[in-house]
């Protein structure tokens, strides 16, 4: 199976992309992880991407697709990937278009997490005061101002993508304000993945 999940920061992406990942023993690719270890190694890549980072910006198309396309050439990919933060632009989604027509099997389906901005605000600054309260980090883009660029980014480079995979019947739109289990539900009924009995 492969996948891709969108929405905007703070939709719980990489929270359903985990349960998907046990659900059907395929790995999640997120690039926001990747250029966080690459950031935390001091790569030439972590080092492009580290300021550009904590702005709420955008990394470079050709960087991201790079990372991405060395990424799911590896073995542990083979049976199949979700997608999380990967495409965000349409030459992104052009290039993976070009990845995987070269490398095997089409995309199953692009699942959309749909959130209000009011919700999504009000998610983060709760996630951001739980972190801190536990004495963990916080992610250096995890504030107000990095977190209106990255709204911004996602209403202008991103949300374009719904109409690409619309145009092209793979999106799926689920409502991301539902509790996770809720939201979790509604993920695979749009994958149409059979409930076990008595559930869902
Ligand atoms: P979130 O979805 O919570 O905003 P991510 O962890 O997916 O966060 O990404 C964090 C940051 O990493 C982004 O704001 C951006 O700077 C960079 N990034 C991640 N994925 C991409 C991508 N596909 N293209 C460009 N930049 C990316």
């Known amino acids: 199976m492969r996948l891709i999940l969108l929405g905007p920061p703070g939709a719980g992406k990489g929270t359903q992309a985990q349960r998907l990942v046990d659900k059907h023993g395929i790995v999640q690719l997120s690039t926001g992880d990747m250029l966080r270890a690459a950031v935390g190694a001091g790569t030439p890549v972590g080092l492009k991407a580290r300021d550009i980072m904590a702005r709420g910006d955008l990394v470079p198309d050709e960087v991201v697709v790079g990372i991405v396309s060395d990424r799911i050439d590896q073995p542990d990919a083979r049976n199949g990937f979700i997608l999380d933060g990967f ?18 099997p089409a995309l199953d389906g692009v699942i959309e997490i749909r959130m209000d901005e009011k919700a999504l605000l009000d998610r983060i600054a709760t996630r951001i005061a739980q972190m801190e309260a536990r004495g963990e980090k916080v992610r250096p883009d995890d504030n107000p101002e990095a977190l209106k660029t990255r709204l911004h980014a996602y209403r202008v480079q991103t949300a374009p993508l719904l109409d690409y995979y619309g145009k092209k019947g793979l999106l799926r739109s689920v409502d991301g304000m539902a509790s996770i289990d809720a939201v979790a539900q509604a993920i695979d009924r749009a994958l149409g993945v059979k409930m076990p009995a008595g559930g869902g």
């Not at 290039?95 to 490398?103: E, I, Q, V």
């Open 87 to 104: 495409p965000r632009t349409v030459p992104q989604a052009e290039a993976l278009d070009r990845m995987l027509a070269a490398k095997g």
